[in-house]
C-alpha cells in the first residue's frame, strides 16, 4: 500500500502557474507509475497526466498539453504537477495517484492508491 499527500494548490489568477506536489511512502517508489487526476464540480473524475517509473514517459489528456508537465524525483519520493497557463476550466480538485504497474496507464482502475485531494482554482 502507499501513502500519497498532496501539496501546492490554491487560487491564482487566469494565465497564472501552480505547482502541484505528492509525496509518497510505503511501497518502493521507483517501482510504480504515478498519475494526476481532477474532478471539477459536478463532473466525473477525469485524467490528467502520468509518468512511467522511471520518468522516461509521459502522458497527457489534451486539454493540458503544452501546459501541464509532470516529472518525479525517484530520491524525494515525490511526483510534481507544473501546471502554467491555468484557465478557469482548470478548476477542480487534484489527485495524485500511485499505479498498479511500472508502465504507463490512464484508466482510473489502474491506479491502487489516491490522495486527498488539493483544490486548484483558477479565477477569470
Known amino acids: 500500500q502507499v501513502q500519497l499527500v498532496e501539496s501546492g494548490g490554491g487560487l491564482v489568477q487566469a494565465g497564472g502557474s501552480l505547482r502541484l506536489s505528492c509525496a509518497a511512502s510505503g511501497r518502493t517508489f521507483s517501482t510504480y507509475a504515478m498519475g494526476w487526476f481532477r474532478q471539477a464540480p459536478g463532473k466525473e473524475r477525469e485524467f490528467v497526466a502520468a509518468?512511467?517509473?522511471?520518468?522516461?514517459?509521459?502522458d497527457y489528456t489534451d486539454s493540458v498539453k503544452g501546459r501541464f508537465t509532470i516529472s518525479r524525483d525517484n530520491a524525494k519520493n515525490t511526483v510534481y504537477l507544473q501546471m502554467n497557463s491555468l484557465k478557469p476550466e482548470d478548476t477542480a480538485v487534484y489527485y495524485c495517484?500511485?499505479?498498479?504497474?511500472?508502465?504507463?496507464?490512464?484508466?482510473?482502475?489502474?491506479?491502487?492508491?489516491w490522495g486527498q485531494g488539493t483544490q486548484v482554482t483558477v479565477s477569470s
Open positions: 495517484a500511485a499505479g498498479r504497474y511500472a508502465s504507463l496507464v490512464r484508466g482510473s482502475a489502474d491506479f491502487g492508491s
Open positions: 509518468i512511467s517509473w522511471s520518468g522516461g514517459t509521459t
